[in-house]
């Protein structure tokens, strides 16, 4: 354990009291049913947005903006003043959600927060990002009026889905420009157990389609010579991984984690895996979560049980996620799992290959003043070591950042436990301590980074 300076101890005390108005602020948030997949009403996103500007009002903020995103659902902005010389602190998260239908086995109403037995806040939204959102109001009511440096705030509208962010980012690098980027998106393995995400693997995606047939033929007529196209692209999709279930597609980078290591209890009790179900892949299950790429097939163009007939099918399309290990360039690892998508051409079938996105890997510079001072924050407010842990998620927003301020720090951290929050699946909650120690880290943090500069 560690000792808790008296201006920590004042600091959590004074998140402690802030709570309650926290987590009522917190319940008003999930209630709004902010999904901004295409196809979903997009007055509650909307209404979300204008409801993130009046938090922060009530934070004492001011001059909270809603800025037109092109395309896109509108972002939340601030540009908060400090002292002249002061370093810039942006602070992130975002108001979008993800769907929560019936089919997920939800145990509670999505969108009705419910605090439950354990102590933990279940609803769409409650940890990931919500969760961020108050994170930031109570960081900001603890600052108060006299800032010790500059606040830029900036939530996004789409991040679930097909952001727009990243170019409006990189079009505007003045008004988003920062000397540390705060991420509150993410967070520890264990509630009560400090953790500094330093590195996040990349995620690319594509689609391939696989055609082997000008129309559907029955299958007892001609099954048997003509080939169809689902069991081509089974056999397409087979060769992607080995036989240990290790991702192995030729020019596709792999690596090994050198931080604190994944709790192998925290992982299986929060990935769900059934009861004898193995473990994919070889290496330490750090190196399989953060270091090493991960490909996995998300979705396919074919009939269901219920529909199908007795019919050879003509075409399939797969769409198919490659998670990156840090440090890779995206740009090339997509081309080389499409590369090795193509030249897969079972009994000589078409084969058509389409880029969907590019969302580049990253790795913290642990060396920085603003990655110290919140390794020291966090270290005080827990009173335990602070763990180095990577994340398999990917923050596309993250490499807009860095072109906008190549030398920023960018802290990634918040209360998305990964052992109990459950993000995009059913039953997400949030646990309420999480937030408030957060808030105080948080607060902590940037007091540090500003007597830093000041020093």
Known sequence: MT???????GTRAQAGDLMPEVLERLDGLVRIPSVAFPGFDPEPVHRMGREVVALFEAAGATGVELLDVPDGYPCVYADLPGPHGSPTVLLYAHYDVQPAPESQGWTSPPFEPTTKDDGRIYGRGAADDKS??????GTLKLLGPDRPCRVKLLVEGEEETISHLEAFVEANPERFAADAYVIADIGPQEVGKPGLTTALRGDVACTITVRSLAAPVHSGLFGGAAPD????????????????GDTVVPGVDSGTWDGAEMDEQVYRDGSSILPGVEFLGTGSLSDRLWAKPSVTVLGMDVPTTAEASNVLLPEVTAKLSLRIAPGSDGEQQLEALM????????????????????GHAF??????PAIVAAEEAMREVYGS?????GSGASIPLVASLQKVSPGAAIVLWGAEDTAKARIHASDESVDPEEIERMIAAQTVFIRK???????
Not at 229 to 244: F, G, K, N, Q, V
Not at 449 to 455: R, T
């Open 3 to 9: 000792d808790v300076q008296p201006d920590t101890a």
């Open 132 to 137: 961020g959102l108050v994170i930031h109001y």
């Open 229 to 244: 196209a689902m069991t081509a692209m089974i056999r397409i999709l087979d060769t992607l991984h080995d036989e240990h």
């Open 339 to 358: 590369t090795h998508l193509r030249s897969q051409r079972p009994w000589n079938v078409e084969v058509d290959v389409e880029r969907v996105k590019v």
């Open 363 to 368: 790795a913290v510079d642990a060396s920085h």
């Open 385 to 389: 070591e602070v763990e180095r842990i």
């Open 449 to 455: 980074l500003a007597a830093a500069s000041a020093g």
